[in-house]
């Protein structure tokens, strides 16, 4: 393996990577707190006292349910963005509606890092799947493609025909994508009897990417890695040759907290990522990404030290609608913090006779007498519906990150 890295940033010591990025933490929290949405969001903060992970965890989330409404409320970045709109490059737009800037500067989202761990290097030739239509995928690859000297074949999405006759003409050795569409693009290129042997390596996002599909497409000679990245903070984190788990980038500060709650989890624990983004343009605090994942031991056999999550492992907005009305995670985590003799809780709706039924199962080590039926008794308190409880011996319940799981029969 050879022990190539995009900086010296990326095998610095743990100790101070936290001690540099919370150094820095004060500055942005100031300059975040100049925009009007910051201001409302962190009312009453004193940037100087957030210097270290027990107090960045005591800042308020911010989901993007919040950005949707302050977004209407205040065009076009609901006052979370520094400076005036003019003064950025691009104006973008992903579903929701959800309204994004791109700043100045080379590799805005981050991307570059991912892309030098994925094997591109300075003059490849790059083939770029990604959309450039409105949203930033295109955009914040091709950025990064070009922060490391690499000429880029803008071809966005659809166009199957066209972008086989770019490949065999152009010859990149490089594909940045959804796997899925690596795939289509493999499968017509057989078909048509061009040629895309150039292609040797791969970055992919935006799409699971089974381990079927990844043997499948190295056996048709491309290497492929994937990251995780959202359209508002760029690229979170990426895999390395090394291969288990993705490596957190070197430009955010990334939490795991309990789904409903902003509280950490223990290293391990399957929870919601929340990510704190340095970006001078557009900064984004405690942004919650509405994804589960968990920190993994150790670090990665390439080499980096920085700290190593499982990838993407659902969803953490497990709200659900039980008799009619919505039953909302932090509700579940209500009841725990009521009751902190409960470890891990799991709430399970299901159907008996013909109607709905709850079941809250809650991890206790040695429960009090009348302790079941106070909990039942929060639980309809917090949630307005009645529903059992079980008390189940601790590490009984998975580790999953999921606090409300629907059993329904769909149909």
Known sequence: MHRE?????ETRDPE?????????????????????????????????????????????????????????ELPPF????VGAPGRLVRLLMSPGPIYEPQGGGADFWGAARALFAAGFRAGDIVHNSFSYHLTPGGFMMESGAHALGCAVVPAGTGNTEQQ???????????????????????????????????LKRALVSGAALPSSLRRELAGRGV???????????????????????????????????????????AAGEVGEVVVTSFNVDYPLIRFATGDLSAVMPGRSPCGRTNVRIAGWLGRADQTTKVKGM?????????????????????LTVTRAGEQDAMTLFAECRQPA????????????????LRGAVHLVTPGSLPNDGKVIVDERPIG
């Open 164 to 198: 086989i006759e770019a490949i065999a003409h152009f010859k990149p050795s490089g594909y940045l994508g959804t796997p899925d569409f690596l795939k289509v693009l493999l499968d017509e290129v057989a078909k048509s009897g061009k040629q895309a042997s150039s």
């Open 326 to 346: 919505f039953v909302h995670p932090a509700e579940v985590a209500q009841i725990g913090k009521r009751h902190p003799e409960l470890g891990r809780l799991r």
């Open 78 to 81: 609901g006052g979370f963005s």
């Open 369 to 384: 007498a009348g302790l079941q039926d106070a909990v039942a008794a929060t639980l309809q308190s917090v949630t307005k």
């Open 223 to 265: 290497d492929v890695l994937q990251c995780y990245a959202t359209a508002d903070l760029g690229v979170v984190a990426y895999e390395s040759e090394g291969g288990e788990g993705m490596i957190v980038n070197e430009t955010v500060l990334l939490e795991i907290v309990r789904p409903g709650t902003g509280d950490p989890v």
């Open 5 to 9: 890295y995009y900086d010296s940033l």
């Open 16 to 72: 101070e990577r936290s001690r540099e990025l919370f150094g820095r933490l004060p500055d942005l929290i100031a300059l975040a707190l100049s925009a009007p949405g910051w201001a409302k969001q962190l009312a009453g903060i004193d940037p100087n006292a957030v210097t270290a992970p027990a107090q960045l965890a005591k800042l308020p989330l911010l989901r993007k349910s919040q950005l949707l409404v302050w977004q209407k």
